[in-house]
């Protein structure tokens, strides 16, 4: 799967850091990001603050390993604001009842 994944000309992770990683999630990682770094691109997604990524992702210096070749070279979106999943509820009459 890891091989597949590295031979994709672009990689989005969603919701990056919703969970903290273990150690067989933080070794793919590394992996495919080490594979990637500076040769394809990546899109990360995520609610929570780059600044707490480090937690996530656990040992400290795989972590560091793993943002150093992400955050130095990425071009950052920082988006502010409601989220559009509360900003889209329904109205009642798109709902169907059966």
Known sequence: EIAKIERQELLILDDFGIQPFDAQSRAALMEII????????L?????????KWYEVIGEKTIADAILDRIVHSAHRIELKGESMRKKRQPDDKDVTYQ
Not at 34 to 41: A, F, I, L, Q, Y
Not at 43 to 51: A, E, K, R
């Open 43 to 51: 899109i990360i997604t995520s609610q929570l603050p780059v600044g």
């Open 34 to 41: 080490e594979d990637r770094h500076g040769k394809t691109s």
